[in-house]
DNA sequence: GTCTATACCCCGATAGAC
DNA sequence: GTCTATCGGGGTATAGAC
């Protein structure tokens, strides 16, 4: 009996994800707002109103959609952090504040430690370990968005009109958000940060961001982390979505140079202030 | 005869705005993807095959609304950049580095000019000037975006699935961007910019870019310029398209001062380095 | 849980009369 | 330039038999 249950349950489970498949699909072809539940019954083979046993309705077919690409991406986020942190441990220190491969600094001065002594041993503060996580991060999540673009889109790009995203998805669509604030809160602790200034005008504002999702971090911190979140996006949606076309050549190193550049406002790269 | 011709042509001229008026509505209403010339025509009290006389397809029209969008915000940013050059020219410089309004500095050290002798007058370098334009052209566009946000979404969102857009869009899309390169111009021409760090492997792309879209500008501020136009974009579609509910409350306040922090990354603000 | 059938909508695009 | 009529698609969602 409850193996039959468990036959039951595991075709339901399959064809609930072949179905999402088929949508995913869709979605690349057509967009969010065209994704039509007939076309992906037709394309599995089955009836549209056989699909209302699995999805109740067009909706929640896309919401089921978007939570898995945030899942996707929080992961992908996820998984590059642990990675950098175990097996990064000891290599990213070497590599000093510039993990960007082989080929380093040539024709510049080389992004330097804090003090205005640069000698590389001189203080713990700024050893380019979480630097190196923060960077992989971001990588992780543009491999992600370059692999999948139109779940991209679908996240991050144009809200769905006349679709209002339940409560479910806000939980999936944080984890990104969380993987950067664990990288800034171990840098907090373990190294400290480059404290950004903090106008006073932002002061109220900060510390409410800092109370609401970064209890961990400093208000001065947690204000321009949210910036840079958003403003990592930027560069992926600007790349994803064609803006950099017949500008931009160089995708990898131009990005990757853009988040280096970007940690040094959330305090991770130090320098002056 | 000609005064017939002026008439039948203002006519067009009227026509044709009521329908991209209210094509522009329906894109609030249903999203680009399903913008639908019979829709539109029902509700203008037409018949959908009267529209074919003033677009020839559904993606004229989609052009067309893309174009008006483009210079509609390209043509908010210029009115802020002529105004801040023009009117804000001696204020500015009395702001100091935070062109932020009445309240300023209270908690936190106040942006510094360059050198470590901090006094004003030591040197015209870093007057504030420029900072007080590249806040004022990316303040219009938030202005804009707000005022706008389904076709800020159809430009800077999304791509339409299916539509691909023609040559024409080109122009009017390069308009914002081409103000924040005439306000680093000038900046760069009067004052100088405090040149961002550039790492070999970063050189040719630069150069490249520089060369491309602002031969006035050095590379090394170019690419970063480049960066923070697509991060701008990235803090307004957060904004627009509602990450950051629940996240960022104050704004305005939140805006203007990631983006004067922007302006750093392109050299506008001088500090280390 | 899957099927057929159905109610009731939508769309882009064109032909040809006026 | 606007109309009617039409071709040939598309869609969500439900009812009711199996």
């Keep these: 009996m409850s193996a039959i249950r468990g036959a039951r349950e595991r075709a339901r489970i399959e064809v609930t994800a072949a179905i999402k498949d088929e949508a995913r699909k ?9 994704l039509s539940l007939r076309a992906v019954a037709r394309e599995l083979g089955m009836v549209s109103s056989a699909l209302y046993r699995y999805f109740p309705s067009r909706d929640e077919l896309l919401t089921a959609l978007i939570i898995d690409a945030y899942d996707s991406v929080g992961e992908a986020a996820e998984r590059a952090h642990r990675t950098a942190r ?142 840079a979140w958003s403003q990592l996006f930027g560069l992926l949606s600007f790349e994803i979505f064609g803006q950099f076309h017949r500008v931009v050549e160089a995708r990898e190193v131009f990005f990757r140079q853009a988040v280096t550049e970007l940690a040094r406002t959330v305090g991770l790269l130090g320098g002056r202030r």
Tied chains: 1, 2.
């Design 86 to 227: 175990t097996e990064g441990a000891a290599s990213a220190a070497a590599e000093g504040a510039t993990p960007a491969g082989p080929a380093t600094a040539e024709g510049a001065a080389p992004p330097a430690p804090a003090g205005p002594a640069a000698s590389k041993a001189v203080a713990p503060a700024r050893s380019g370990v979480h630097l190196g996580r923060w960077v992989a991060v971001a990588c992780a999540v543009r491999d992600w968005a370059l692999a999948h673009p139109h779940e991209y889109a679908l996240i991050y790009g144009s809200p769905v009109p006349g679709y209002t995203a339940p409560q479910d998805t806000v939980g999936p669509a944080s984890r990104v958000g969380l993987v950067l604030i664990a990288v800034l809160e171990d840098a907090h602790r373990e190294e400290g940060l480059a404290l950004p200034p903090l106008p006073g005008e932002l002061r109220p504002e900060a510390e409410r961001i800092a109370a609401d999702i970064a209890p961990g971090l400093p208000p001065a911190v947690a204000a321009p982390l949210v910036a």
């Design 26 to 34: 869709q979605l690349a072809a057509e967009g969010a707002s065209k």
